[in-house]
Structures are given as structure tokens and as C-alpha cells.
């Protein structure tokens, strides 16, 4: 099956002050570790990278010097929100029969856990990673508890998730017919009443959002001895 990837980096980073995909980590950018792992697929037919209109010169400088500029690597600009330029990069693919989307902020997805996502969704319609929480969770209203529900019923959700490209589809065009936006792209896919089997993910395949993150990456690096 031909997979088609698309890499959302059109974020703000207001947190971070500037687009943290750019930014470098044993100096290497972001969004590069990402790039790298995909490009290994052997079934990959396009990649789609979704960035901010400003940001395009410095990413189409990163793919010239890295040696990455190949012809089926397409940039398209982002929308206002992540659904926005997601939806543009659906619009960006010819030729995909499985769609990964994955955020260019998590820069360690392993390549085994890539690929066990996109053998999972030739069964399957959707596919995502995910980790059980580990912490008690409270619904919590006005400032107060209202109840505390079954910690195990809850999973955090990582990228990158990964679809059937006619089902993905369908759920953006319906989304936005019924001025749907969700906060990642398999509860559009749920709200038409797919299944969207979960996978466990890596508790190293964190997003890099905050100071914070961007220290914990560098340390995971500088764990691994990079």
C-alpha cells in the first residue's frame, strides 16, 4: 500500500517564542529527526510538510543541505488551526492509501513504532498510539471536584496516528460540513463511528511544548549518548 505522511509544523510555539520545530537538539532541528525515521519507509509514496508561510525558506534550506529535497516531499502552508493545516495536507496528496499524521514537535517516535501503526492500519481503519495515565484524574468545575472517574479509562494520546486515506478524508469533509474541530484527528474519525484501535506508545515520544519539554529532550539525547 502506498503511504502518504503528513508532518504538522505550523504551530504557534507561542510558549517557546519561536517555531520550536527549527529549533536544535544535539545540533540537529526537530524536524528532522522526524523526516529521517519516515523517510525509511519502503511503501512511502509522498510527504507532506505543513508549515507557516514565514518558516518556508529555513525549512526548504534545512531539506537542501540535509540532502532531503526529494521530488515527492511537498510544503504546504498551514492553516489557522492544527485541523486547518492538517486538512490542507490531506488536500496536498495524490497517490496515498494509508495516511500518517504526526506533529513535527515529537521528534522521537521510533521507526518500530511507525511501523507497527501503519501494519495495524492495513487491518484497520485508524490507528493511534497511546499510554495509560498515570495519574488520578479529577473532573474538576468552577474550582472544585465534581467526581473523580476510573484512572484506567484514560489514555494519553501521542502521534503519529495513522488512517485509511478514504476514511480520513470523510471525516475531515464531514467535520468541517458540520463546523466540527476536534483536538487530534481520530476523534473526527470517531464521531462518524469508526473504531480506532490503540496501540501502547513510548513514553519517549514526547511533544515539545514548553522549556520544559525541550529540557527533557535534551536530556533524553544526552542519555543516549548524542
Do not use: C
Amino acid at each position: 500500500m502506498n503511504i502518504g505522511v503528513i508532518i504538522a509544523s505550523a504551530g504557534q510555539s507561542k510558549r517557546l517564542g519561536h517555531n520550536k520545530v527549527l529549533m536544535e537538539l544535539a545540533g540537529k532541528p526537530v524536524l528532522l529527526f522526524s523526516l529521517e525515521k519516515f523517510l525509511k519507509l519502503d511503501s512511502l509514496s509522498e510527504l507532506i510538510i505543513v508549515i507557516r508561510p514565514q518558516d518556508e525558506e529555513d525549512i526548504r534550506n534545512l531539506l537542501s543541505k540535509t540532502g532531503l529535497f526529494y521530488p515527492f516531499i511537498k510544503i504546504v502552508h498551514g492553516g489557522k488551526e492544527r485541523q486547518d493545516s492538517v486538512y490542507k495536507g490531506i488536500k496536498a496528496l495524490t497517490s496515498s492509501e494509508i495516511v500518517a499524521v504526526h506533529d513535527g514537535a515529537r521528534p522521537f517516535a521510533s521507526f518500530e513504532l511507525i511501523n507497527k501503526l501503519i501494519k495495524e492500519a492495513e487491518v484497520y481503519s485508524a490507528v493511534i498510539p497511546a499510554l495509560p495515565v498515570k495519574e488520578t484524574i479529577k473532573i474538576v468545575k468552577g474550582g472544585y471536584v465534581e467526581s473523580t472517574p476510573q484512572r484506567e479509562l484514560f489514555w494519553g494520546v501521542q502521534t503519529p496516528q495513522v488512517f485509511k486515506y478514504e476514511v480520513l478524508v470523510e471525516a475531515y469533509e464531514k467535520a468541517y460540513k458540520d463546523g466540527f474541530y476536534g483536538t487530534d484527528d481520530a476523534s473526527l474519525v470517531e464521531r462518524l463511528g469508526y473504531k480506532v484501535k490503540v496501540i501502547e506508545g513510548e513514553y519517549t515520544n514526547l511533544k515539545i511544548t514548553t522549556r520544559e519539554d525541550l529540557l527533557l529532550a535534551h536530556r533524553y539525547l544526552e542519555l543516549l549518548g548524542l
